[in-house]
């Protein structure tokens, strides 16, 4: 069972490119989440999904967007990336409930937009 | 939104308990406490998390004050491998489940 994977590791994106960073989750978990996590702070949640075919906006979602097609895949899409975008993006899902929102993350994808 | 303060660096000894303090006095009934950690530049890890009783499982144990408006994360016996970035969390449950990550503490353990 490999959890969260997320790719790219790692990309160098020019400023106005679009990129789509992705993630996966093999634990049939309902929901999922994207965080952005810029140098010597806390994680600021960017979008999520409860479910499959549904969606929300989190704290800074202004730039990115998201789609949630069926459970195990929630891709995060730049449309046109800018530097102020530069930082490291987690993604994470939940068998979230009542009482229950344990969230497992990914490894995390270093994006840098020049 | 329920927020929570944490100090933002505290050490420890190896072999000694680590006690970490969070102050979320505007927690409401229904959301929930939880710890995560963060080991450098690795994805968050879930610690615990607890609605009004006290919690232990094998990795820590979490007490949380009888008003709710403070909880302490205890690490039995610290060990190195524990130095990291400790984010206590309100769960806003009532939308979406979603985590919002303060600036947590970071403890270092020392030998």
């Known amino acids: 069972i490999a959890g969260i994977t997320q790719a790219p590791t790692s990309q160098i994106l020019a400023a106005g490119r679009r990129m789509t960073l992705r993630c996966t989750q093999d634990?049939?978990?309902?929901?999922m989440y994207w965080y952005r996590q810029d140098l010597g702070l806390g994680l600021r949640l960017i979008h999520y999904?409860?479910?499959?075919?549904t969606t929300g906006k989190g704290e800074v979602p202004d730039g990115y967007s998201v789609s949630r097609a069926n459970t195990d895949d929630f891709p995060l899409t730049l449309a046109s990336a800018v530097p102020s975008q530069t930082s490291v993006y987690f993604c994470?899902?939940?068998?979230w409930g009542q009482g229950r929102n344990t969230q497992y993350f990914g490894p995390g994808t270093r994006l840098t937009v020049l | 939104d329920a927020k929570t303060t944490q100090p933002p660096s505290m050490d420890c000894a190896e072999g000694r308990a680590a006690n970490l303090p969070c102050n979320h006095s505007?927690?409401?009934?229904?959301?929930?406490v939880y710890w995560y950690r963060q080991i450098h530049s690795q994805g968050p890890q879930y610690i615990i998390h607890?609605?009004?009783n006290n919690e232990t499982n094998e990795m820590a144990s979490l007490i949380i004050t009888e008003d709710r408006k403070s909880s302490t994360l205890i690490l039995p016996h610290a060990t190195l491998r524990d130095t990291a970035v400790y984010y206590c969390?309100?769960?806003?449950?009532?939308?979406?489940?979603?985590?919002?990550f303060g600036q947590g503490t970071e403890l270092s353990v020392k030998p």
């Open positions: 969390i309100v769960s806003l449950y009532n939308q979406g489940g979603k985590l919002i």
């Open positions: 607890g609605l009004k």
């Open positions: 505007t927690i409401s009934g229904n959301e929930y």
């Open positions: 999904s409860n479910t499959a075919g």
């Open positions: 634990m049939r978990h309902n929901a």
């Open positions: 994470a899902s939940s068998d």
